[in-house]
């Protein structure tokens, strides 16, 4: 019943639909856009409460119990925070690219968005199949430099401009290192369909057999999308917050919001590929796949959390170093040993 | 042809990691720094002027004001260059109760320099944890002087009250804690590679430099010269405690932040021991000192090893009840005076760094 | 190894985590405000004597004491703390030899009014056996927001006896600043 | 310790004959400051100057506000406390400048830690410092007119 609660909502979504007459090409899109706007919702109401969980996260961690006054528990604080965020003036600065300072935080939620229609949480449970799924995902992922960058440039003022320059280099060259991780997925599998991917990990998951591939993609997620220890983009005892450091109100919102929302990203993303997606692990098929899924997403959720609250920031050429010396060599070794191994299990008939 | 220039950027006097209102003009090329001028000023209040229109023992809490991190080091510095002036004797366990609250305070900002610097490269937690610990030694000040941070404690020729009933044994009991705490800090900032990485072989400072710019405390002992007023001019009663003067070696921020760390062991060391000895003295906390203090007409120079460095009174007197004269030699303000050339070359983010291993305090370096 | 301190760091916060808070919900619970605790003044005009020890020993002449002669004692008639500019030191208290003026444990001492910020301990009119005419009692209203040299010199004019009969007349002079200088 | 210092005054007393000292202080005129602690840094060991600052004694305010102030306006005294850091030895050094013409040689030359102390008793005092490399106000701002530590130093404004 649970397994198949949110497939069963779209299969009398569909029927309903069908009863009334609608042409079945008509219905398709209908269902997509319904699809598209739950995700919207969905991915909108997270970041608001991973808000609140890495407030509460942060405080538990530094020996105080966080916001508690707002509703129980203190769960509407973020939700109040928001609303006033709203409630206030963007302020624009005099010499700011007034196109571009405007843009940036309204698209900035644009690829998460993107990013999740591929993503498939649970059994049956995809808005977008796609063959080249994986791709897809890495190329979205990578816009999100440009929003950061036009936020940036737009401010005219010289903190947002290195952050943002910081965004550039710390994105491109960590890039990389992710996508080549994944490659040794990809050569397992044999297919960019995150579906299949998950299908493979049936029997074990992939954290198993590529290991440092998951290490380097969760570190080089973890830079991608810009937290501590990688937060040189908001640097706040550096460069006041980067990118956003002109922005205010709403603004400022969006581009807090975008960044759990890209933590969400990262986390589904991993979860996908290395920890089996929706796969319920030890025969624990009695908890639905989409619970599941959101269990292993929440604990990387955790993890990032918990690194943030416990580490201190690299330096920029430390990061770039980092990426390119040891990130970039290890997940090319990671690919030709995955290779190789592939080869001998071949050849001995596995 | 690609051309490169520099730009200036002002860092400060708003900003999150100047501990206070206090301006660098930078000269970066792309995030190195070229020139990094320091402007400061921007809390200065005029305590030495404002002292010269105050009687004596009303100077004494405007000495709060400058490091108010550590207060109580503050007042004894300047009860002290007083005292000199006068030749009043201090009571013996006025002397103790002196250096327990003294390093007390010297602990409770050393805590937070700790903290502070980790907030500087990132780590926010320990910022907090290290307030944990601040907040209790804290609570045990409040209990000794009615004050959190502004003490106001010390009395020329004493101090202002005996410590209350029980109140020895919660700060022995603390003291128990704290060597638990430190390492809680070691494991969490000093072991952390990401902090290493960060402050070792960054702002290096030769001994021979740090000679010559006056440096003093921690920043000169980090670059591996053992000079501590409390071993070198035993002051007040120091000579009776036994303890070390921990130094660095390379004179990096590391150092300097690891020397901050050691010498809170040293001070844990030092307040076990004089709980220990007060014990066994009673007897007055207030020598015989008139109501209407008129030192006799000449001056006096006391310095004292507060937590940022050399604490320094100059105190001159006309033969009136009010100074003609007080300076104060401010550590964190001569500190703050190299870091133009220790931090050209350096990335921005290296800046921060050096700042907060300098552990300024803005309130005294404006004075 | 290197990514040892990494891991120690994820374990200490981990137990800082699963272990007990530190927070005080302010307004329900409160922290034990120590006996010594420096907090709103309270005064017993019954012990003052108005000898104006405290307002000498003041750093920052925040108190404004004023007092008439009724049968050859000091009567106290006004005694105002101008508390934005106090700081809290205890010189006052320590000066008191009556114990007149003290400290409570009450710390709450915000105001939404500049005008409610002056702490008013006392204020009121002389008894009056027998009336006392050169006496000027409506400038005690206009006084608060006058120069505080001056202010002072004025009281002097005014009742003449407030530092005469005085032990220790030296410190009244004591905290006088120097016209010149300013506050 | 008392007695090294005795001996290093007295070597110092034959080789400037000018100087007056009492137990740990030396008075220098301006014109043998520099190469006074020259000698001192290089000789004797203080190569920490641990405090400069500056005290003002004017003259008794009796001829003043007529116009024609006479010669002696009083002094200003600079005070130098020297500290050898490997020998743990203390001095101090004071020399008087007039407050009419207050200009004394800059030690940073000598001492690097002299740089913003000299500064700040310039911007308080207005003792000028030659040869300083950077010699700007440091605490007030660089438009504040007068000297505020200085004994006549007017101020107007404050609390009401």
Not at chain 1, 173 to 190: D, N, T
Not at chain 2, 66 to 84: H, T
Not at chain 3, 94 to 116: G, P, T
Request: aromatic share 12%; net charge negative; hydrophobic share 40%.
């Amino acid at each position: 019943m649970l397994e198949n609660l949110f497939t069963n909502i779209a299969g009398l979504l569909r029927n309903l639909l069908d009863s009334a007459g609608v042409p079945p090409l008509w219905n398709d899109v209908t269902l997509l856009v319904v699809k598209l706007v739950a995700i919207l919702v969905f991915i909108l109401i997270n970041a608001l409460w991973l808000v609140l969980m890495e407030r509460k996260v942060a405080g538990y961690m530094q020996a105080r119990i966080g916001p508690n006054r707002v509703g129980p528990w203190g769960l509407l604080q973020t939700t109040c925070d928001i609303g006033k965020l709203i409630s206030k003036e963007i302020p624009i600065p005099k010499s700011a690219d007034k196109i571009l300072f405007l843009l940036a935080p309204a698209l900035v939620f644009v690829p998460p968005l993107m990013i999740f229609a591929a993503i498939p949480f649970g059994k049956d449970m995809v808005a977008l199949d796609l063959n080249i799924g994986l791709f897809y995902v890495f190329a979205l992922a990578s816009l999100t430099t440009i929003i950061f960058w036009m936020g940036g440039w737009g401010s005219n003022n010289k903190y947002s401009l290195l952050g943002s320059m910081r965004v550039v280099a710390q994105m491109v060259s960590y890039e990389l290192p992710m996508i080549l991780s994944v490659l040794g997925v990809i050569m397992l599998v044999g297919s960019m369909n995150l579906t299949e991917i998950i299908a493979a990990q049936q029997n074990m998951w992939f954290i198993v057999t590529q290991p440092i591939a998951f290490l380097i993609f969760f570190i080089a997620a973890v830079a991608e999308c810009n937290r501590t220890p990688f937060d040189l983009v908001e640097g706040e005892s550096e460069i006041i917050n980067g990118p956003y450091t002109e922005y205010g109100g709403m603004g400022f919102a969006m581009f807090f919001l975008a960044e759990y929302a890209s933590i969400m990203i990262i986390s589904a993303m991993a979860t996908t590929i290395f920890l089996g997606g929706w796969l319920a692990p030890f025969g624990l098929t009695f908890i639905p796949s989409w619970l599941w899924f959101f269990l292993k997403m929440y604990v990387l959720i955790f993890v990032v959390m918990w690194f943030r609250w416990t580490f201190p920031r690299i330096r920029v050429d430390q990061l770039m170093g980092f990426g390119w010396k040891i990130l970039v060599p290890l997940s090319l070794a990671n690919v030709f040993v995955t290779g190789i191994g592939m080869y001998i299990y071949r050849a001995i008939g596995w | 042809m690609l051309r490169t220039e520099t730009y200036t950027m002002n860092f400060g006097p708003q900003h999150p990691a100047t501990h206070g209102v206090f301006q660098v003009v930078l000269t970066l090329d792309g995030e190195k720094i070229v020139k990094a001028e320091p402007v400061c000023g921007y809390l200065h209040r005029g305590i030495e002027k404002l002292a010269e229109s105050r009687t004596y023992q009303q100077v004494i809490p405007y000495t709060d004001r400058m490091d108010y991190l550590a207060s109580m080091l503050q007042n004894w510095g300047y009860v002290m260059a007083v005292e000199k002036l006068m030749g009043l004797e201090v009571p013996e366990r006025a002397e103790y109760l002196r250096v327990i609250s003294g390093e007390l305070s010297r602990l409770a900002s050393h805590v937070l320099a700790t903290g502070v610097y980790a907030l500087d490269v990132g780590g926010f937690t320990g910022f907090l944890l290290c307030f944990r610990e601040r907040e209790r030694m804290m609570d045990l000040l409040e209990e000794l002087t009615g004050s959190r941070m502004t003490f106001s404690y010390a009395r020329f020729g004493g101090v202002a009250d005996d410590a209350p009933e029980g109140w020895l044994e919660k700060l022995d009991k603390l003291m128990d804690d704290m060597p638990g705490y430190i390492d809680e800090y070691d494991g969490l900032i000093t072991g952390n590679e990401i902090f290493q990485a960060r402050t070792k072989q960054v702002g290096g400072l030769s001994p021979e430099t740090a000679i010559d710019y006056s440096l003093s405390g921690p920043v000169l002992r980090g670059s591996g010269i053992n000079y501590d007023l409390r071993k070198a001019k035993p002051y007040s009663i120091y000579d009776r405690f036994d303890f070390e003067v921990p130094v660095g070696k390379n004179g990096d921020c590391f150092d300097r932040y690891f020397c901050r760390v050691r010498e809170m062991r040293q001070s844990v060391r030092i307040i076990k021991q004089a709980i220990e000895q007060i014990k066994e003295i009673d007897g007055p906390i207030k020598g015989k000192v008139p109501k209407a203090l008129k030192p006799p007409k000449g001056d006096a120079y006391a310095e004292i090893e507060s937590s940022k460095g050399i604490l320094g009174f100059y105190v001159v007197s006309d033969g009136t009840n009010k100074p003609h004269r007080v300076h104060v030699r401010r550590p964190s303000f001569i500190n703050l005076g190299y870091l133009d050339e220790m931090s050209r070359g350096w990335l921005i983010a290296d800046l921060v760094a050096i700042l907060g291993s300098i552990d300024i305090v803005l309130g005294e370096v404006d004075c | 190894m290197f990514g040892n301190g990494l891991i120690k760091g994820l374990r200490i916060t981990w137990k800082e985590f699963t272990s007990k808070k530190f927070t005080v919900q302010y307004p329900e619970e409160q922290h034990t405000k120590p006996e010594r605790f420096h907090g709103r003044f309270v005064f017993d005009a019954d012990k003052c004597i108005a000898c104006n020890l405290c307002a000498n020993a003041c750093p920052n002449n925040v108190i404004e004491l004023k007092s008439e002669k009724v049968e050859k004692k000091k009567f106290l008639t006004k005694y105002v703390m101008n508390i934005e500019y106090c700081l809290f030191c205890g010189m006052c208290v320590e000066a008191c030899n009556k114990d007149a003026i003290n400290f409570s444990l009450e710390h709450d001492m915000s105001q939404y009014n500049y005008d409610a910020i002056p702490l008013i301990l006392v204020e009121r009119e002389a008894p009056k056996p027998e009336p006392k005419p050169e006496e000027a009692t409506p400038e005690a209203s206009g006084e608060k927001a006058e120069p505080k040299v001056k202010g002072k010199g004025k009281q002097k004019e005014e009742t003449p006896a407030a530092s005469a009969d005085k032990s220790a007349s030296d410190e009244v002079a004591a905290g006088k600043a120097p016209e010149k200088e300013g506050q | 310790m008392e007695k090294k210092i005795s001996e290093i005054i007295s070597e110092l007393k034959e080789k400037f004959p000018q100087i007056k000292t009492s137990e740990e202080t030396i008075s220098v005129s301006t014109e043998d400051l520099l190469g006074l602690m020259q000698e001192l840094k290089n000789s004797f060991g203080f190569n920490y100057l641990t405090n400069l600052t500056a005290a003002d004694y004017p003259a008794d305010a009796k001829g003043k506000g007529d116009g024609n102030e006479d010669e002696d306006d009083g002094e200003m005294e600079i005070v130098y406390n020297l500290t050898s850091v490997y020998e743990k030895l203390y001095l101090t050094v004071k020399a008087r400048v007039s407050r009419k013409n207050p200009e004394i040689p800059s030690v940073f030359p000598v001492w690097g830690g002299a740089n913003w102390q000299e500064r700040e008793v310039y911007d308080l005092f207005g003792i000028v410092f030659t040869d300083h490399p950077n010699l700007k106000r440091i605490l007030l701002t660089d438009n504040f007119e007068g000297y505020p530590l200085r004994k006549d130093y007017q101020w107007v404004g404050g609390r009401k």
